[in-house]
T-cell receptor, first 117, second 109 residues
Framework: NAGVMQNPRHLVRRRGQEARLRCSPM?????VYWYRQLPEEGLKFMVY????????ESGMPKERFSAEFPKEGPSILRIQQVVRGDSAAYFC???????????????FGDGTRLSIL | KNEVEQSPQNLTAQEGEFITINCSYS?????LHWLQQHPGGGIVSLFM???GKKKHGRLIATINIQEKHSSLHITASHPRDSAVYIC???????????FGTGTRLQVTL
């Protein structure tokens, strides 16, 4: 029973390029959360998605960042025109349903380490 | 002031010692999580609590809702326990987590 799968594990981009981070939730999970961990800082919420819907994007920077979770396939976090400050570890978590209405914890992936040259 | 505060920030212990990591929060919560992160590694969920106490192996987590405080205890610590331990809270009906900055634990032989 595979856990949350994120790929790639490591991604290197030059300034101005695009970064696409993928997250496949655990089997049977339809809710996905993206978090960012800047160097030497704590984790911060970015966005919460259900299949085909963005539920809460209050932690997402207003420009250059977007997220989707299509009906088929993984959730994608997309960063356009990357800058040095985007270098961070990006973690995805999933749950089978809205966690506030259940006792289900979020299950985390191993993260994608993004480095901007 | 952060909504979730952890102490200590760094902790060094010798193998076999009893370890306590503390978490205080300033908001009403619906659940509190303790997470473990190894260097360069992923995040593992250790406990999710909304009241009382939970135990798993050598790990014990407690929460006092009235005092807005939780503790994570490790009994008979081992070098493989060396990791960053993170407290995170879920508030109200929100599904997102708010995290503490973590406690870096090193257990030496």
């Amino acid at each position: 029973n595979a856990g949350v799968m994120q790929n790639p594990r490591h991604l290197v981009r030059r300034r101005g390029q695009e970064a696409r981070l993928r997250c496949s939730p655990m089997k049977g999970h339809s809710h996905v959360y993206w978090y960012r961990q800047l160097p030497e800082e704590g984790l911060k919420f970015m966005v919460y998605l259900q299949k085909e819907n963005i539920i809460d994007e209050s932690g997402m920077p207003k420009e250059r960042f977007s997220a989707e979770f299509p009906k088929e396939g993984p959730s994608i976090l997309r960063i356009q025109q990357v800058v040095r400050g985007d270098s961070a570890a990006y973690f995805c978590a999933s749950s089978p349903r809205q966690v506030s209405y259940s006792n289900q914890p979020q299950h985390f992936g191993d993260g994608t380490r993004l480095s901007i040259l | 002031k952060n909504e979730v505060e952890q102490s200590p920030q760094n902790l060094t212990a010798q193998e076999g010692e009893f370890i306590t990591i503390n978490c205080s929060y300033s908001v009403g919560i619906s659940a509190l999580h303790w997470l473990q992160q190894h260097p360069g590694g992923g995040i593992v969920s250790l406990f999710m609590l909304s009241s009382g106490k939970k135990k798993h192996g050598r790990l014990i987590a407690t929460i006092n809702i009235q005092e807005k405080h939780s503790s994570l205890h490790i009994t008979a610590s081992h070098p493989r326990d060396s990791a960053v331990y993170i407290c995170a809270v879920r508030t109200g009906t929100a599904s997102k987590l708010t995290f503490g900055t973590g406690t870096r634990l090193q257990v030496t032989l």
